[in-house]
């Protein structure tokens, strides 16, 4: 059916069809015609997802006294009996490699979440994860070893960009389709690439760096790479996550913000003051909303709480609906948010 057969169909009918699409299509859809972009923007296609149960998080938490440890893994998602509620339960326990429990490059893509060896080792080898079979298969072998290792995805393929040694960059590619790996163009950025956390962001691969607050960003189309100050405050590497193309950062002081590329500063996202700030944070997008999670003490344990919001356009740039805090449930005491990431089918 073509994009103007398509655009006849009432928009019910519309929604119902591609809320079974994958959701990592919704950005190319979204360039085909306004509507196309109305349809996979609207709160109406993720109510009918979040019937289907397409989407949940995987959220992992590692012993800070302990940090060789593997990673306790957790899920939020909706139960099948009740899919306006969220179900925080214990997930799977990848049987990695021991080499990968150091600060491993962790990369989520569609129903796939990508493990890439740390900084402190050197390999070529990585492992997929598919949320759908809850299946750990090894990838094939990447081109060339490498340290300090930032990671993305644009279009169809994954990027994966670091140093071979030290101050020289390069960068290849993987065919998320062919599962291929090839040449990428090399970073024009000498800094080295160790980053907090990478997202992916205007086609780009953006590095939020672990040292400086700067980000850097790699075009993977000529390896031209530019960069752009963070705001002098505390944030945590799982605070940070793109929605529809727009960069957010939980700041200690700040709160929430969010980056206006066009005009290149950071601005705080409105309609949040009454919102009491957290700490030691994750977030990632669910069902059209950012989810925003923290841990508080409690008796037996940390408390994981969840606030999910809501977030639209308005005259100062975003503003974001809050809706109420819920308890998710606990992890030991010793144990940090490691990382939040987003899946969906």
């Known amino acids: 059916m073509s994009p103007s057969h398509f655009s006849s169909l009432p928009n019910d009918i519309a929604w119902e069809v591609l809320a079974r699409v994958p959701k990592c299509k919704y950005p190319l859809l979204a360039?085909?015609?306004?509507?196309?972009?109305?349809?996979?923007?609207?709160?109406?296609?993720?109510?009918?997802?979040?019937?289907?149960?397409?989407?949940?998080?995987?959220?992992?938490?590692?012993?800070?006294?302990?940090?060789?440890?593997?990673?306790?893994?957790?899920?939020?998602?909706?139960?099948?009996?009740?899919?306006?509620?969220?179900?925080?339960?214990?997930?799977?326990?990848?049987?990695?490699?021991?080499?990968?429990?150091?600060?491993?490059?962790?990369?989520?893509?569609?129903p796939e979440i990508f493990f890439i060896c740390g900084p402190f080792v050197q390999s070529p080898s990585f492992w997929v994860f598919d949320s759908r079979t809850d299946v750990l298969r090894r990838g094939p072998t990447m081109n060339a070893n490498r340290t300090y290792k930032s990671v993305g995805v644009v279009g169809r393929k994954?990027?994966?960009?670091?140093?071979?040694?030290?101050?020289?960059?390069?960068?290849?590619?993987?065919?998320?389709?062919?599962?291929?790996?090839?040449?990428?163009?090399?970073?024009?950025?000498?800094?080295?690439?160790?980053?907090?956390?990478?997202?992916?962001?205007?086609?780009?691969?953006?590095?939020?760096?672990?040292?400086?607050?700067?980000t850097v960003c790699y075009d993977p189309w000529d390896g031209s790479c530019d960069s752009f100050a963070l705001p002098e405050d505390k944030w945590w590497k799982t605070g940070v996550c793109v929605m529809e193309?727009?960069?957010?950062?939980?700041?200690?002081?700040?709160?929430?913000?969010?980056?206006?590329?066009k005009l290149r500063v950071w601005r705080v996202v409105n309609g949040l003051d009454h919102v009491k700030k957290v700490r030691s944070v994750g977030m990632a997008e669910y069902y059209g909303k950012v989810a925003l999670l923290w841990k508080e003490h409690g008796g037996c344990g940390k408390g994981i709480w969840c606030r999910m919001i809501a977030m639209g356009k308005c005259e100062e740039g975003v503003k974001g609906t809050a809706e109420s805090a819920q308890l998710l449930g606990s992890v030991p005491d010793g144990y940090r948010m490691d990382h939040c990431l987003s899946v969906s089918d």
């Open 31 to 110: 360039c085909l015609s306004k509507n196309f972009t109305y349809l996979v923007r609207s709160p109406e296609i993720h109510k009918i997802r979040s019937l289907l149960r397409k989407h949940s998080l995987y959220i992992s938490f590692r012993n800070k006294n302990y940090r060789a440890q593997n990673p306790r893994w957790y899920t939020l998602r909706r139960p099948e009996n009740n899919p306006s509620e969220n179900q925080f339960v214990v997930s799977f326990n990848p049987a990695l490699p021991n080499h990968y429990h150091r600060m491993p490059s962790i990369f989520a893509h569609g």
């Open 158 to 214: 994954l990027y994966v960009v670091g140093g071979v040694r030290s101050n020289e960059n390069v960068a290849e590619s993987f065919d998320l389709t062919t599962e291929t790996w090839e040449p990428a163009p090399v970073p024009k950025e000498e800094k080295t690439w160790l980053a907090s956390v990478t997202v992916s962001l205007d086609r780009k691969v953006c590095a939020l760096m672990l040292v400086g607050a700067y």
């Open 245 to 261: 193309n727009v960069l957010y950062v939980y700041y200690a002081r700040f709160g929430l913000m969010w980056y206006d590329t």
